[in-house]
C-alpha cells in the first residue's frame, strides 16, 4: 500500500486495525476547523465536511457529484490541475499550497487558502483531497497595515507641506514626531524638539511667545495629567525675531491605539484672517449703531465710507442712491481718494455700465480686472479690482483697488455685510419716516373725527385722547385720564366691572369689539349714550400693544328714539286695523290695543315673547310663522287671509318685511266674507234677471228689426228718400240695442260664467288675438311688437276678451298715422303688470275714469263705432282676477293701458 494520502493503516495510527483506524480519521474530520473536501479523479466532490458547506453556501446534495469549478475559477483550477500533474510526474510527496477565491452561492467572493494533495492507489491517480482554509480576516489585517503604512508616510508628507503645526507625542508625552509648521510659528527647531519632554518644551520656550502664556500653559498641561479628553481654544502668539504675530487655534486628542497609544496629538490652526475678520465685523457693528444715529441717507453714507477707510482699510470707494425723480443713479458720497483717481463720478442711466445691472438685478457684481469686463462703463479706468453691491432699492455701493485681484472671497463676505447694513439703516429710514407720517396722519385724523378717540397699551392705560373723547367724557386733565376715573354702564343700566370694558376685553380676547352701546357717567352726575367700538393692535411678533377705542356719541339719537317709540306707540295706539312688530327672533316688540283685543292677549304678556311661545303648537302659528319666515327671506309683503279657529273669525293680515323684523296688520273680516258672499248670491240673482230681462228684450227688437226690413224692401221705391232714411235710422238703432243688450249680458256674467284660473301662457292668448285681428291690422298697416310675456294665474278666454278690446282700440283710435302698439310685462312682487301702449290720439286726464264706466264714450258714433262697454268689461274681468286696470295718456301724445295679474305660484319668475 502507498505511503501518500491513501493510506487509513496503522502507520500513522500504531497498531490499531482497519476499522478503528477509519473511526479515529471520522474524529479527526470532524474536529479540524477547516474544510475538508474529496474530488475524484474528474475534478467532481465526493465528500465535503460541514465547514465547505457553511464556507460555499451550497447545500451538500448540491456540491456531491458538481464538478469543483462550480466554486472555482478557470484560472486558478488550471494552476491548481497543473501543479498535481508536476508533482505526480517528478514523484514528489508534499501538498501544494494554493491561494484562491471562491465564488458562494449568492456570488460573494471568499479569499481561501488551499493545500491540496492526491490521492493514489496501487499507483494509479484517484483524485484529491484537500483542506481549505478561509483567509479573509487575514487578507483584511494585511490590507490595513498596508494602508496605514502608505497612509503614515502620505500624512507626515502632507502635513509637512501643510499651514497646520503637529505635535504627536508618546505615552511618556515626549514630542515623538512635529512638523516644520509648528517650529515656524512657534519660532524653535522642530529637529531639536523631537524626542525632548513636551511640558519642558512649553516651559522653557513656548510660555513665553504666547499672550497670557501662563493660561495657555495651565490649559495644554492639564491634557497631560488627564489625558482622557479633547481640547480645543485659540491662543495668540506675540511677533519676534524668529516668528511672525498670528493666531492660533489648537485641537488635541488622546491617541487610543497604534505604536502612540497612550499618547497626544495637537494640531495648530492659523487662524488669524478668522480673528482679522472677526474684528473688522466687531467694529463694523458698531459702526452700524453710528448710521443708525444720522438723519439722512447721504449722511449715513458719508460715514459709511469713513468706517470702509479705517476698519477695513478700503480706501477706494463711492455710494451711489437711486433718484427715482430722474430715474437714475447718483454719486451720494465717495472718498478723497476716489475724487483724486476718477475725477467727477459720473451719473447711471438705464443701463449704464455694471452699477445699473447690478441695482437693477440685485446680484453683487466682484471683478478682478475691471476693465476685461464686457459691460464696464469706461474700459479704460484706471480702477484695477472693484466689488459693486447693490442696497436694496437705495442704490449701489462701489469698493475699488487700483491692483488686479486685490480681493479675495474674505474681503467680498465683509463687503456684503457693509451693503446689507446700508439697506438695513436705510429701510428702517425709511420706515421711521412712514411711521412718523402714520402717527402725524393718526394725530389729525384723532383730531378731526367726529367721535372720540382713545389709544390704550398694553395695561390699559390711556396714551393718547382727541378733542372729542375728552369732550365727552368731560376730562379737564388728558395727561391724567383713565377710564376707570368714569363709571360706565350697559343698556340697562348695569355698572360694568373693569374687566367687562370693551378695552379689556378686546386686550384680552384678541377680538375686535364693535357696536357696544353704552352709557358713561360725567362728573356731572348726567349721563352720555356711546356706541364703542375697541380694535386691539398687535406689534411686530404678534403680540397685542396697543387698544384703539372710538365713541360716538349718540345721545341725541337715543333721545330720539324714546321720543319715536313713545310717538310710535301712540300712532300704533290710533290706528284702526289690529298691528304688531316681531324681530327678528320672532319676538313682540310692539303691539296696539286693537291687536291684544282681537288675540285676546294683554300687550304686557306678547312685549318680547315669542310668537310660537304665546300660541304654541297650532296649525294656525304653524301657517303664520310659516308666511313670516317667507316675507323675511323674499324681502317683499305678503297677504295672508285664513279662519283663526281660537279666535273664531276670518283674519286678513297683511306683512310687511325689514331687515329688523316683520310689522303686522291684520282685521277681523267675518262681516265684509259674509258681505261679499251675499254679494255674490244677488249677483247671481241680477245675472238671471239679466238674461231673462235681455231674452225678452231682444225678441220684440228681432221682431222690430225684421219688419222693418220687409217694409224696405216691399215698399222701398214709394218711400222716398226720407222715408228710406227713417227706416235705415230705425234699423240701425234696433241693432245697436241688441249690440249694447248682448254686452250689458256679458258684462253680468263676467264673475259667474267665467272659467277657473289656472296657469296659462300669456304669449298664446295673444297670438290668439292677433290671428283674430289679422286682417284690422293689414287693413291699417298697423304694426305691435309684443314683448316677453309670462305665464299668469287666469282664465284665458276673458283674458283673450281683454287684450282684444284693448289692441282693437289702440288700432281705432291710432290717428291718421298708422298704428304703433306695443306689449309688456313687468314683475312687481306676486303680481305681473301687463301694458298695451300706442301712440295715437290720446285722453284727457279728466277723461281717464269715465272711459271704464258702462255705455261711456268719449266720441260720437260718426267719428268712431263702438257700445261704450268695452273697457267696463275689461275693467270687470281684471278685478276678477284681483288686479287693477288703469290709464295713462295725454291728448295726442298716446296712451298706455296697465293691469295686474297674479303669478304663477308666487315664483320670482314665470317667464
Request: charged fraction near 35%; aromatic fraction near 8%.
Given at each position: ?320 442712491l437711486y433718484d427715482a425723480d430722474a430715474a437714475a443713479l447718483r ?27 447690478v441695482f437693477e438685478s440685485g446680484e453683487p457684481a466682484f471683478y ?544
Amino acid at each position: 500500500m502507498s505511503e501518500r494520502a491513501d493510506a487509513t493503516g496503522g502507520g500513522f495510527w500504531g497498531d490499531v486495525d482497519e476499522s478503528a483506524a477509519l473511526q479515529r480519521y471520522r474524529t479527526l474530520v470532524s474536529t479540524i476547523d477547516d474544510g475538508l473536501y474529496q474530488l475524484d479523479a474528474e475534478g467532481n466532490f465526493v465528500a465535503v465536511n460541514d465547514i465547505i458547506v457553511e464556507t460555499t453556501g451550497f447545500a451538500r446534495d448540491d456540491l456531491l457529484g458538481e464538478h469543483v469549478s462550480l466554486v472555482l475559477d478557470d484560472d486558478d483550477l488550471e494552476r491548481i490541475e497543473r501543479e498535481i500533474r508536476e508533482e505526480l510526474s517528478t514523484d514528489r510527496d508534499a501538498a501544494g499550497v494554493f491561494e484562491v477565491s471562491i465564488e458562494t452561492a449568492d456570488g460573494r467572493r471568499v479569499p481561501i487558502e488551499l493545500r491540496v494533495s492526491p490521492l493514489i492507489e496501487d499507483g494509479t491517480f484517484r483524485g484529491t483531497v484537500g483542506v481549505a482554509r478561509d483567509v479573509s480576516d487575514r487578507k483584511q489585517r494585511q490590507a490595513r497595515i498596508e494602508t496605514t503604512r502608505g497612509s503614515y508616510e502620505t500624512l507626515t508628507s502632507v502635513l509637512d507641506e501643510a499651514d497646520v503645526g503637529v505635535f504627536v507625542l508618546d505615552e511618556s508625552f515626549d514630542v515623538a514626531w512635529a512638523d516644520e509648521t509648528a517650529g515656524e510659528y512657534f519660532g524653535f527647531d522642530r529637529d531639536a524638539a523631537i524626542g525632548r519632554d513636551k511640558r519642558e518644551l512649553i516651559e522653557e520656550e513656548i510660555r513665553d511667545r504666547v499672550a497670557d502664556g501662563d493660561a495657555f500653559a495651565d490649559t495644554v498641561l492639564a491634557t497631560y495629567d488627564d489625558n482622557s479628553y479633547d481640547e480645543r481654544f485659540d491662543c495668540h502668539v506675540t511677533p519676534g525675531p524668529d516668528r511672525e504675530e498670528r493666531w492660533l487655534e489648537h485641537r488635541s486628542r488622546p491617541i487610543e491605539s497604534g505604536r502612540y497609544a497612550g499618547g497626544r496629538v495637537e494640531l495648530y490652526y492659523d487662524v488669524t484672517d478668522d480673528h482679522r475678520r472677526a474684528e473688522q465685523l466687531r467694529r463694523l457693528n458698531e459702526a452700524v449703531g453710528e448710521w443708525l444715529e444720522e438723519s439722512s441717507r447721504a449722511a449715513v453714507a458719508e460715514r459709511a465710507l469713513d468706517h470702509l477707510r479705517d476698519i477695513l482699510g478700503m480706501t477706494l470707494n463711492g455710494i451711489y442712491l437711486y433718484d427715482a425723480d430722474a430715474a437714475a443713479l447718483r454719486p451720494a458720497s465717495w472718498t478723497e481718494a476716489t475724487e483724486r483717481l476718477l475725477g467727477d463720478l459720473p451719473t447711471f442711466e438705464p443701463n449704464e455700465g455694471i452699477a445699473w445691472r447690478v441695482f437693477e438685478s440685485g446680484e453683487p457684481a466682484f471683478y478682478a480686472d475691471v476693465g476685461a469686463a464686457p459691460d464696464a462703463y469706461d474700459p479704460d479706468t484706471p480702477i484695477g479690482s472693484e466689488m459693486v453691491l447693490p442696497i436694496g432699492d437705495h442704490g449701489v455701493a462701489f469698493i475699488s483697488s487700483e491692483k488686479r485681484d486685490a480681493f479675495d472671497e474674505g474681503d467680498q463676505m465683509i463687503a456684503r455685510v457693509v451693503a446689507s447694513s446700508l439697506e438695513a439703516t436705510f429701510d428702517r429710514f425709511r420706515h421711521e419716516r412712514r411711521l412718523e407720517r402714520e402717527r402725524d396722519l393718526t394725530d389729525r385724523i384723532l383730531d378731526t373725527i367726529p367721535v372720540g378717540g382713545l389709544v390704550l397699551d398694553a395695561d390699559g392705560e390711556v396714551t393718547r385722547i382727541n378733542d372729542r373723547a375728552a369732550e365727552i367724557f368731560d376730562v379737564d386733565d388728558p395727561e391724567s385720564f383713565s377710564l376707570q376715573d368714569r363709571r360706565i354702564y350697559d343698556e340697562e343700566g348695569r355698572r360694568l366691572a373693569a374687566d367687562e370694558y370693551p378695552s379689556v376685553r378686546a386686550l384680552e380676547t384678541g377680538e375686535s369689539v364693535s357696536d357696544r352701546v353704552l352709557q358713561v357717567e360725567r362728573p356731572d352726575s348726567n349721563r352720555r349714550w356711546l356706541s364703542i367700538n375697541a380694535v386691539p393692535i398687535a406689534d411686530e411678533r404678534g403680540e397685542i400693544d396697543r387698544i384703539v377705542t372710538a365713541g360716538e356719541d349718540i345721545t341725541e339719537l337715543k333721545e330720539r328714539q324714546r321720543v319715536l317709540e313713545s310717538e310710535l306707540s301712540e300712532v300704533f295706539g290710533r290706528i284702526s286695523d289690529a298691528f304688531y312688530a316681531l324681530d327678528e327672533e320672532g319676538r313682540f316688540t310692539h303691539v296696539n290695543d286693537r291687536a291684544a283685543d282681537l288675540l285676546e292677549v294683554t300687550e304686557d304678556e306678547l312685549l318680547g315673547e315669542r310668537l310660537e311661545d304665546v300660541f304654541p303648537g297650532t296649525a294656525e302659528t304653524q301657517l303664520t310663522r310659516e308666511r313670516l319666515d317667507a316675507a323675511m327671506e323674499r324681502q317683499e309683503p305678503i297677504n295672508l287671509e285664513h279662519y283663526s279657529e281660537r279666535l273664531g273669525f276670518w283674519i286678513e293680515a297683511t306683512l310687511y318685511p325689514s331687515e329688523s323684523g316683520v310689522s303686522v296688520y291684520f282685521r277681523d273680516v267675518t262681516e265684509r266674507r259674509e258681505y261679499r258672499r251675499k254679494l255674490e248670491e244677488s249677483n247671481e240673482r241680477l245675472e238671471q234677471f239679466a238674461y231673462a230681462v235681455s231674452h225678452d228684450l231682444q225678441e220684440p227688437l228681432r221682431m222690430v228689426s225684421s219688419y222693418l226690413k220687409l217694409l224696405e224692401d216691399r215698399y222701398g221705391d214709394e218711400l222716398g228718400d226720407d222715408g228710406r232714411e227713417f227706416v235705415e235710422f230705425a234699423v240701425d238703432g234696433a241693432e245697436r240695442m241688441t249690440a249694447m243688450i248682448d254686452g250689458l249680458l256679458e258684462y253680468s256674467r263676467v264673475t259667474t260664467r267665467g272659467d277657473p284660473l289656472e296657469p296659462i301662457d300669456l304669449e298664446r292668448v295673444v297670438d290668439d288675438v292677433l290671428a283674430d285681428l289679422q286682417f284690422r291690422i293689414e287693413d291699417h298697416d298697423a304694426e305691435i311688437t309684443v314683448e316677453d310675456l309670462p305665464r299668469v294665474e287666469g282664465d284665458a278666454d276673458q283674458l283673450r276678451q281683454v287684450f282684444q278690446n284693448l289692441l282693437d282700440n289702440a288700432i281705432e283710435y291710432s290717428g291718421d298715422e298708422p298704428p304703433r302698439i306695443r306689449v309688456d310685462a313687468e314683475r312687481n312682487g306676486d303680481m305681473w303688470t301687463v301694458s298695451v301702449a300706442d301712440e295715437g290720439i290720446g285722453i284727457d286726464p279728466d277723461d281717464t275714469d269715465r272711459i271704464f264706466e258702462v255705455f261711456e264714450r268719449l266720441h260720437t258714433r260718426e267719428e268712431h263705432e263702438g257700445t261704450g262697454i268695452g273697457l267696463a268689461l275689461c275693467k270687470r274681468i281684471v278685478e276678477r282676477h284681483d288686479g287693477e286696470l288703469w290709464v295713462e295718456s295725454e291728448p295726442d301724445e298716446g296712451t298706455t293701458f296697465s293691469f295686474t295679474l297674479p303669478a304663477v305660484d308666487g315664483t320670482s319668475d314665470d317667464r
